[in-house]
């Protein structure tokens, strides 16, 4: 057969990754697939992990990949993704179902796995074609983001038999100590407000509530929602930091991505400054409500939140900076971290709820 493989879109690294020894690894190793040419497309790029929808014939699945170039130790660990979905999909069916795993070198650089394609639509910066663009629409999308949410620390992990892919004693303590490392191993410039944040975050760890499954990525474009309904979920994403631990991390980080108008820009995408998108204090009122937690301590959180995703950012701008990644899209999070870092403070002085 010609053309075993067909690329629909620009891809990242595409003579790095052997399609067609993927093409032939899916035939060897899944049952009622089709015999057809391999066509590959990948999702918009983010900061993180690469995804491209793959079919063949009326077969369709996702691959799940490491960013190329040198990255952290430790980090973009698409063995334990995707053993922890293997494990959440059962009683969180929102988690996609894996159907391979490979380390193999002959067919990429890096390890990767197969999963299944989830339907509906993805939010990004702006409403889909398939939903309206009105403040009624907005409603329904933060709540459907409430609500799962509560859902996933709903589960009870231990009769799931969860309770090893996580230490929850001291988990919040060590989040804390860890992400203070990661920063100062990344840092490049200095922000004067870091320093106060720091020692406050270390000097006020507060008493967590009871464990619960905790995503560690919980945000609005990690989520898929029915294009016919956006008070429906249909898939959540990027399981890899997967862990057991403190609820309120998972609730503070998606409020650090819950962009509300009139903020700095911080090099992240956000639809939620549109008119109808609940704040970030009806969301977690919500999120108790429904759940029953105590937030009364969701400043330390949301200070923290802030902080690590600044982090986060700092460490890809140095990986730009050293040279490691060359999309120039990297060179401007410098702002991105610094303005980040200001949120922390500002959440720590209770100046953003």
């Not at 130790?73 to 969180?92: N, W």
């Not at 390890?111 to 663009?133: S, T």
């Not at 008119?275 to 969701?298: C, L």
């Amino acid at each position: 057969m010609e053309n075993k493989v067909e690329f629909l879109a620009v891809q990242s690294g595409k003579d790095e990754i052997n399609w067609s020894a993927v093409r032939e690894f899916i035939l060897d190793e899944l049952e009622d697939v089709p015999d057809a040419p391999l066509k590959v497309k990948q999702f918009s790029a983010g900061y993180s992990n690469l995804t491209y929808a793959i079919e063949m014939g009326d077969w369709k699945a996702v691959l799940r990949r490491p960013p190329f170039g040198p990255i952290p130790p430790k980090a973009h660990d698409m063995k334990r993704e995707a053993e922890i979905l293997q494990r959440i999909h059962p009683v969180f069916p929102l988690a996609p179902k894996v159907y391979l795993y490979s380390e193999d070198p002959a067919l990429m650089d890096r390890p990767f796995y197969i999963m299944e394609r989830k339907q509906g639509v993805v939010l990004d910066d702006e409403f889909p074609p398939e939903y309206e663009a009105n403040e009624e629409t907005a409603r329904k999308v933060s709540e459907t983001v409430v609500n799962t949410m509560t859902q996933l620390h709903a589960i009870d992990y231990v009769q799931a038999e969860l309770t090893d892919i996580g230490r929850p004693d001291g988990y919040l303590e060590r989040q804390v100590h860890g992400w203070i490392k990661r920063y100062h191993a990344a840092q490049t410039d200095e922000i004067a407000v870091t320093g106060e944040v720091e020692a406050w975050l270390v000097g006020n760890i507060p008493a967590s509530p009871a464990p619960t499954i905790v995503h560690n990525d919980f945000k609005l474009n990690n989520m898929m929602l029915a294009a016919d309904d956006p008070r429906r979920a249909t898939a959540v994403f990027d399981w890899e930091m997967c862990t057991i631990g403190d609820p309120l991390t998972d609730l503070a980080s998606t409020m650090a991505y819950w962009t509300e108008p009139g903020e700095g820009e911080t090099g992240l995408t956000s639809i939620t400054t549109f008119p109808g998108f609940i704040t970030r204090r009806e969301f977690i009122d919500f999120y108790a409500q429904k759940s029953g937690r105590d937030v009364g301590n969701i400043d330390y959180y949301l200070t923290f939140a802030f902080y690590k995703v600044g982090v986060i950012l700092q460490q890809i701008y140095y990986r730009w900076k050293q040279g490691g990644v060359q999309d120039e899209r990297f060179g401007k999070l410098d702002s991105g971290v610094y303005n980040l870092m200001h949120q922390a403070h500002r959440a720590m002085r209770r100046e953003l709820l």
